[in-house]
């Protein structure tokens, strides 16, 4: 059996799962997420805990318990406690401000970088840091990612949007040498 789907999922107090025969609706105090169950998968809430079961033992099938099992998590994760990512800006004269839903960024182009944060997320901007939070996991890494591709940090002096986690790896110059 899946090591990941086997897990029952323990639902907090203030959580709500509704298991319905085509979706499951996890409500929380932050919000509400909506999951269709996949074709072979059964999902049971017994009292606080949630369970994960297969039709068989088809490869297929193996594969997709594991991963509705992992969806359901998340979903309950983030309807109690939200997922977030932050992101660090480096460069000389990069910035970012925060205007209504839209994070305006000063990336050295010869244009200011204006990107619409989708429905659902939010960010906060302190600094040079940008702190992406929202309720579903997908959709902030997403977001996150975005962000980042528009200015890549780069190997020889690390300027660019960088995950706060994320070790860039420097390159010498020319000469070959470290400076």
Known sequence: MSRVGKLPI???SGVTITVDPDFVTVAGGKGTLKQFT?????????ENEVIVTRANDEPK???KHGL??????????GVS???SKKLE??????????????LKFNLGFSHDVVYHLPQGVAATVEGTSITITGIDKQQVGQVAAEIRALKKPEPYK??????????????????GKDK
């Open 10 to 12: 323990i639902v907090p």
């Open 38 to 46: 996949m074709s072979g998968i059964g999902v049971e809430q017994k």
């Open 61 to 63: 099938i193996r594969a």
């Open 68 to 77: 509705m099992r992992a969806l359901l998590a998340n979903m309950v994760t």
């Open 81 to 83: 406690t939200g997922f």
């Open 89 to 102: 800006i480096n460069g000389v004269g990069y910035r970012v401000n925060l205007a209504g839903t839209d």
């Open 158 to 175: 690390g300027k660019g949007i960088k995950y706060a986690d994320e070790r860039i790896i420097r390159k010498s110059g020319k000469s």
